[in-house]
């Protein structure tokens, strides 16, 4: 219990850096927040098209090409939109949990990134299913948005009974994710790199000792 909290305290120290170069690196938030949001709109189109590329080679090129061209705009933007908003969220997030005393308290709080991951998966069906409304919508193929978030919905409970029958789908998904998963990805890094910092200079007073 002793060597956990050793690395809790370590990997707060790593929050409160990273917290620090944050503030001092913001600037205006107003521009802050556009250059965020522009980042992410990129970050999405190029997982949308890592995505698709890698999944479903047989979609980007022909008619369907031109259909899955024109929706990368709505996904880049519905997907940025999201993660610069979920990205204030996470910063709140760690500011209370740099408060915190217990060490179950700051790791249940910097849990819930965990939750904006899963948000985020529910979000990128609902982008999919509009950003393809969207597109019928200006094709002058207009179908009802309600049905399709029915379909995506279904295709999201299939995924999860027959995961071996949608290993595309579910690889198109985790790829879209990605954005979302980056606080996530922060955080067991930072915990990871406390752990091998606490076992190293544990092995080191021994050595010494």
């Given amino acids: 219990m002793h060597s956990m909290d050793s690395i809790i305290t370590v990997w707060k120290d790593y929050l409160k850096q990273l917290i620090a170069f944050y503030e001092a690196k913001r600037g205006n938030i107003f521009t802050f927040y556009l250059f965020l949001f522009l980042c992410f709109v990129l ?20 008619r ?5 061209f024109k ?16 990205f204030f969220v996470t910063i709140y997030i760690i ?8 060490s179950m308290q700051y790791v249940a709080h910097l849990s819930l990134d965990l939750i904006i991951a899963i948000l985020a998966t529910f979000w990128v069906l609902f982008v999919f299913s509009f950003s393809g409304w969207l597109v019928d919508l200006t094709n002058n193929t207009p179908q009802i948005l309600v049905e ?13 009974a027959r995961p071996a029958d949608n290993m595309r789908n579910i690889y198109f998904g985790l790829i879209m994710g ?15 790199h406390s752990c091998v910092f606490i076992v190293f200079r544990q092995k080191v007073t021994i050595a010494e000792n």
Wanted: net charge neutral.
């Fill in 71 to 86: 929706i990368q705009f709505p996904v880049g933007f519905l997907g940025a939109l999201f993660d610069s908003l979920s």
């Fill in 178 to 192: 990605v954005s979302a998963m980056i606080p996530t990805c922060v955080h067991i890094y930072m915990f990871l």
């Fill in 148 to 160: 399709r978030n029915a379909k995506y919905e279904g295709l999201l409970l299939d995924a999860v």
């Fill in 64 to 68: 369907a090409g031109v259909y899955y």
């Fill in 95 to 102: 500011r209370h949990a740099l408060r915190t005393e217990k």
């Fill in 43 to 62: 970050i999405n189109i190029s997982c949308y098209w890592w995505a698709m590329f890698t999944a479903f080679p047989e979609l980007t090129h022909g």
